[in-house]
């Protein structure tokens, strides 16, 4: 019994999503973990056509587009149950970032459509080494070019910016500031300058990406000139909201492997359950899963409802703060619970304790979510931000 209210559709929804992770993603995570993140091409290729098949590709974009027009708590529906696996493997259901529904016919017929079908990737690369947490910072720039556009600048941390066909870069133009323009992975000047190896082992790569006079024609500017800051804005309550509801799944996955673990497993003359020193942790990530769900599918149905888009944006950060907070504080617990065993990386909550810690830091940091919740404490109103 839960008070989260769904349609008889979207509880169908999330049962199919549920399936696909249990049949298809986890049976893969430690041949994933094995290969430093990199499954063999069959594997993607089953991978996503199993995707396609239970329709879970290009969820948030219309039908139109190739999507499937889930509303946010549909999306929110799908992916309590992706997040369950580990290695980021549920990555591999095709998708594209938000921004490229705002293209034009072309555009959306050469890039999005593409992706939707899980022909080609397409990265997002807004972070520089100067420009974070404060993205006022980017040096990227694009000037006139004849009929065109020349970018100069280099991009951090792109993901899949080593698979991907195109790039969507934030560049600034002098006049009218952030733009984003869409830029093909082959265009001359563009090149790979690092290609780091981070905590997590994900299907893809985050390069350093450098523009050394790309030439873009004029046609490859995204959404309008200086629209960048508001076109992502709809994306941050997106990805914010994505990374909240898949650390959400991951509490469940740790706490039922943890569970199970501690119910069957007995030292000093009871099951680690019976200890209470093991009991209570799993209580208090008990408490944090619940606690974080609730808030989730609250922001989730506020955002379906129409609701004032600075108040969801505020909510968006109190989800993602809480959530990615907590489900390390439970990553941490389930290993402990899981002793020499849960340091060992064919072990769920060893690999969950690097591939969350990550959470707290993309998309904006937990930091960075506090200043805006409580930035809207003062101009929204406690009552607003809290009820
Ligand atoms: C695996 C991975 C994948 C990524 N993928 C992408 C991607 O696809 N595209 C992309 O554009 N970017 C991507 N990023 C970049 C990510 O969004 C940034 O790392 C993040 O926004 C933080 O910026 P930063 O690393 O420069 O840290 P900084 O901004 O330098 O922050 C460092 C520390 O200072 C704190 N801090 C900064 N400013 C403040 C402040 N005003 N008040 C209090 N504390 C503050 C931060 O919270 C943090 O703890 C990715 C990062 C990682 C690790």
Redesign the pocket.
Known sequence: MSLVRVTAEQAELGERARAFVDDVLIPREEAAERAGGRLPEEDVREIMKAAVAARLNGGRHAPEHGGQGWSTVDYVMVHEQLGRNTNGLWWWVPDAYNVLAAGTPDQIERYLRPALRGDAWV????????????PSGITTTAVPDGDGWLLNGE???????DVAAAHIV?AVVEGHGPTLFIVDADTEGLEFVDEPL???T?PHG?PTVRLTDVRVPGDAVLGGLGQADALQQNWFVEERLGIAVHCVAAMGRLLEEAVAWAGGREQGGARLIDHQGVAFPLADSAADAAAARLLVHEVAALADSGADRKIVHAKASIAKLFASEAAYRCADRAVQTFGGRGYIRTNVAERFLRELR?DR????????Q??IIARSLERRGVRQVIA
């Open positions: 990265s997002y690369a807004v972070t520089e080494e100067h420009a974070g947490s404060d991009k951090w941390f792109v993901t899949s910016g934030v981070f905590t997590h994900f985050h990550v830091i993309w998309e904006g940091t937990s930091e960075i506090r200043l």
